[in-house]
């Protein structure tokens, strides 16, 4: 059973627009959250993070909205850039410095 | 500074035989952790580290698997009697987490690719 799900395999965004990444999660013990981008025979990059007792986060051009009432949290990227353009993972953890659970990735294609 | 190195990047075993595979983490990160990536989807957890401390390996899939980090730096992931289904890639990741930021960020290695054949 899937404890965090990115429902969207793929997205596809023109150069400049937003780019909206969904994830949803249902252990509501989950109490910190992470943005990762992955480009091909890389490992993930560190994006973003939040945790539960904040609903945004910002830097530069990433937000990361958290609802803990929907358990559910995306991440804005504006203005959208073709190097944005990577498998993006949504991860969650139990209390901070533990093992983080993965969903199975969004594939972000940014067009010029 | 240097990121989390990984090695071999890639590596090829025939079934039945015993492979290593090294990382060594961000100086001074005391967390290490690894995970299991198969095609298409997200890591999957394994073990991990603090200092040289096993405190969870209940991702193991079997007790082919082995991880140690018997200094607290470098950790090794063994698996013996390699398998098809253990062809994946396995990332390493460290962290350090400072409490007065509450950051508890993994940083990835690039990984190794292994392909039992």
């Known amino acids: 059973d899937q404890q965090v799900k990115q429902n969207s395999p793929s997205l596809s965004v023109q150069e400049g627009r937003i780019s909206i990444l969904n994830c949803d999660y249902t252990n509501s013990m989950f109490d910190y959250f992470l943005w990762y981008k992955k480009y091909p025979a890389e490992g993930p990059t560190f994006l973003i993070s939040i945790s539960s007792i904040k609903d945004k986060n910002e830097d530069g051009r990433f937000t990361v909205f958290l609802n803990k009432s929907a358990k559910h949290l995306s991440l804005h990227i504006v203005p959208s850039q073709p190097g944005d353009s990577a498998v993006y993972f949504c991860a969650a953890s139990v209390g901070g410095n533990t093992p983080l659970v993965f969903g199975k990735g969004t594939r972000l294609s940014v067009i010029a | 500074g240097a990121g989390v190195s990984q090695s071999p990047r890639y590596k090829v075993a025939k079934r039945g035989q015993d492979v290593a595979l090294r990382c060594d983490p961000i100086s001074g990160h005391v967390s290490l952790f690894w995970y299991q990536q198969a095609l298409g989807q997200g890591p999957e957890f394994l073990t991990y580290f603090q200092n040289e401390a096993q405190l969870d390996k209940s991702g193991l899939p079997s007790d082919r698997f082995f991880a140690e980090r018997p200094e607290g730096s470098v950790s090794t992931l063994k698996i013996q009697r390699t398998q098809q289904e253990d062809s994946a890639v396995y990332l390493c990741?460290?962290?350090?987490?400072?409490?007065?930021?509450?950051?508890?960020?993994?940083?990835f290695g690039p990984g190794t690719r292994l392909t039992v054949t």
């Open positions: 990741a460290s962290s350090s987490p400072t409490t007065e930021l509450a950051s508890y960020e993994q940083y």
